[in-house]
């Protein structure tokens, strides 16, 4: 029985104690529990990152999650050396097929930033063939820089220089070299009072910290024998775990597990491969839920098998997506050998140009008649600051920021984003999400999910 747990809860399913509890429909497990954990002990290993309070993380590979991932690593290794063929076969072709794969990635982000987009937009930021970009459109272009940066220079060990290069790009800044320190968080998410005992839960690493967690980090990944994408998986966790960036520690945490992947051997290829929908909101619940297991229980597992899970997904998609590729240019270069051989002749007969928006139709009237929806129309900017005023005066716990975007987006009938309270107010994601509920909450808004995004639409107050 011991074993059949151990088999259950472990290597069938990697399951928390919560986990465990609903599967069996029982409140008490202890003793269950205790099997499970003698079970994975046979496959633990201890690694040499710690948290915050030094105490080292662990990580279990029982046989079928180690299986799943050498099986994933096989499937990357080949995918490096087809793409690699098709790009010597058919450059043009696979250029065209890397832009869609960077289309795909964009879209994604401009979705989670609520950025609006169309197909146009993005092929011209991926071709750099807009003379001006607009500024709602920087964040995606400096991704875009990071992900060909991860792609071109994965070379040499990790140090504090490559991942702070990295949160350079992605923040559009001239990385300063002799002043490293100035571009870590500068403001402390954590209340002190609330790690006075050893083992809790933390927001987020305390500011002194910062450096040398980042070093501990570069050290683990330098040195760890573990499997590739295991130790990106880590990496994942540990930026989200110690927060180390005023801005973006989600993004970081993606491009860093990218980064981890490209320098294991893998190259120019994680880049290119989908995973930027692991910080969409349907993922949002069991990345907290996992991060915070493997936070507690010191066990890496957690979390890195649900990205383990999710990697392997879009492989296969890109594994499949590739396969339609090489299938293209194996057609073409039958069409263009069974092609006959022509000679061109120049036609003497002038060709005509009718421009159809020029041609008049005599005694027809042509009436423009459109349907649209009467637009909603909120206050102006001073209306909109005496609002902002009077709202904090009138609620206590409303903060400055958060009057401030209500005043100025309160027009019924109009959707907002926490993508938009972020860029106004510019403050960071988690503020954001915080302040817009908080809003929720004293009634001037509902919260509403549309796929995979929620947004906020101003309540009627009376």
């Not at 986990?19 to 040499?48: E, G, H, M, P």
């Not at 493997?294 to 492989?315: A, F, G």
């Not at 817009?436 to 009376?462: H, R, S």
């Amino acid at each position: 029985m011991e074993k059949d747990f151990g088999i259950r809860f472990t290597d069938e399913n990697y399951a928390t104690r919560d986990d465990v509890k609903k599967a069996l429909n029982i409140s008490s497990i202890d003793s269950i529990w205790d099997k499970v954990t003698q079970f994975r002990a046979y496959y633990t290993r201890q690694t040499s990152l710690k948290n915050i309070e030094r105490v080292p993380f662990s990580f279990v590979l029982p046989p079928k999650l180690t299986s799943k991932i050498v099986s994933l690593e096989k499937k990357l290794s080949k995918l490096l050396v087809k793409t690699s063929l098709a790009n010597i076969q058919n450059s043009s072709n696979y250029n065209s097929f890397k832009n869609q794969c960077y289309f795909t990635i964009l879209e994604e982000i401009a979705k989670g930033y609520g950025i609006n987009y169309n197909q146009d937009t993005l092929n011209a930021i991926i071709t750099n063939s807009i003379p001006t970009l607009p500024i709602e459109y920087l964040m995606l272009e400096r991704y875009l820089n990071c992900l060909r940066h991860v792609e071109t220079r994965y070379n040499g060990s990790f140090n504090e220089f490559v991942i702070l290069s990295l949160y350079a790009k992605l923040r559009g800044l001239e990385l300063d070299v002799n002043n490293l320190n100035q571009y870590y968080r500068t403001t402390d998410l954590l209340d002190r009072g609330d790690h006075v005992f050893v083992g809790q839960h933390y927001e987020a690493a305390p500011l002194e910290k910062i450096p040398d967690l980042i070093n501990q980090l570069c050290d683990f990944l330098n040195d760890s024998t573990l499997f590739s994408v295991c130790k990106a998986s880590i990496c994942f966790f540990f930026i989200n775990y110690i927060k180390p960036f005023e801005y973006y520690n989600e993004e970081m945490s993606v491009l860093l597990f990218k980064y981890v992947l490209s320098k294991e051997d893998f190259e120019s290829l994680p880049s290119l491969v989908m995973f930027e929908d692991i910080l969409s909101k349907s993922f949002e619940s069991k990345l907290q839920v996992l991060s915070r297991e493997s936070e507690m229980k010191l066990d890496l597992t957690y979390i890195s098998n649900l990205l383990i899970d999710h990697l392997l997904e879009h492989v296969i998609d890109f594994e499949n997506e590739l396969a339609s590729l090489d299938l293209n240019m194996v057609v073409q270069e039958q069409y263009a050998s069974e092609l006959p051989k022509t000679r061109h002749v120049v036609s003497e007969t002038p060709i005509v140009n009718h421009d159809s928006s020029n041609v008049e139709v005599e005694g027809v009237t042509f009436k423009q008649s459109v349907s649209l929806p009467t637009m909603p129309v909120g206050l102006d900017e001073k209306d909109a600051d005496v609002v902002a005023k009077n709202l904090i005066e009138i609620y206590p716990s409303m903060k400055k920021g958060q009057a401030e975007f209500y005043s100025r987006h309160c027009t019924v009938g109009k959707y907002y984003t926490i993508a938009q309270y972020k860029k106004e107010q510019d403050v960071a994601y988690e503020t954001a999400r915080t302040s817009m509920d908080n809003l929720v909450a004293l009634g001037f808004y509902k919260k509403e999910q549309i796929k995979n995004k929620f947004v906020y639409t101003p309540v009627i107050k009376k």
